[in-house]
């Protein structure tokens, strides 16, 4: 497989989920090898960043990247966006501390990525390939990568929430499944939260036009209801992609996520890097495989 970046730069603008501040961003082509690259742009000064383990500055309630005191948050959705899809190459100008949470899935970058089309490049793909089990264990909390022919993502999530509950799903990551399975799964919350989580900086812009909103019954305060019966796991099937999209290189390997969060999942890459005997970079694409 080709790497591949986008035909035409991109502009996408909405608001901060955490910070409620309104924001742009530029995605624009970048050159073979370039990786996801975000700069970052505030105070009169601008700053590139990698995306990278080694650039996140927080993973509270979404993972940040930033270099030298200044910083992107809740850049999950996008990098999700970009990796179902196998975006390789972009540059992603940020005029602003955050993201836009746009509906609060991954689904609105998906279309503004497919408006302008994707472009293959002259150069090979490199895939990490995982060779023997890289896991995180913190209580009954669990993030591993386990060699497999295909990459897949399995996750299990439970809440006392009714609406929640046990949920777990396991999906075969293909732009297609990414697409139709993954993308359109929003962010939720839990409205007894929300006064804290305002009071300590967080969720300032949230709303349900950004996140599906749940009350202590089960009650899903979202006019529309939920996109999929189970749109929770779903959507933190969603998170652990665009974290994982933080090792550099699309990952061959089946990840397990059993309550598992942004935290987490940094720490399973970093624990990648430390144990290079347990993979190897190759650049022959996996085999595609249906749900």
């Not at 090898?33 to 009169?44: K, L, S």
């Not at 850049?75 to 992603?92: F, K, M, P, S, Y």
């Not at 959507?235 to 390997?253: E, F, Q, R, Y």
């Amino acid at each position: 497989m080709h790497q591949i970046t986008l035909r035409a730069p991109c502009r996408i603008f909405g608001k901060g989920l955490h910070t409620g501040q309104n924001t742009q961003i530029t995605l624009l082509p970048a050159p073979v090898d370039t990786g996801v690259v975000f700069r970052i742009r505030g105070g009169g000064r601008q700053v590139e960043v990698q995306a990278c383990c080694g650039s996140v500055v927080r993973t509270t309630l979404s993972t940040s990247l930033g270099r030298d005191g200044l910083e992107v948050c809740t850049v999950e959705h996008l990098l999700a966006a970009l990796a179902g899809l196998q975006i390789d190459n972009v540059i992603v100008e940020a005029d602003g501390p955050e993201i836009p949470a746009m509906d609060g899935s991954a689904q609105p970058f998906v279309a503004r990525i497919m408006e302008v089309g994707r472009q293959l490049q002259p150069a090979s793909r490199r895939y990490i390939k995982v060779l023997a089990p890289v896991i995180v264990d913190d209580g009954e909390k669990h993030a591993g990568l386990y060699p497999a022919i295909t990459p897949s993502l399995s996750f299990m999530i439970d809440f006392e929430n009714p609406a929640i509950q046990t949920q777990s799903l396991t999906v075969y990551l293909t732009p297609q499944t990414f697409v139709a399975q993954l993308a359109k799964a929003r962010t939720f919350g839990f409205i007894e939260d929300l006064q804290n989580l305002q009071r300590n900086g967080f969720a300032l812009g949230a709303g349900l036009d950004n996140a599906v909103g749940l009350n202590p019954d089960g009650t899903v305060l979202n006019p529309e209801g939920l996109r999929y019966p189970d749109e929770f796991v779903r959507h933190k099937i969603l998170d652990a992609i665009g974290d994982l999209m933080l090792a550099g290189s699309p990952i061959v390997a089946a990840y397990r996520g059993i309550r598992s969060g942004h935290q987490m999942n940094v720490r399973l890459l970093e624990i990648l890097a430390e144990q290079p005997d347990r993979w190897e970079f190759v650049s022959a694409a996996p085999q595609a495989q249906a749900v």
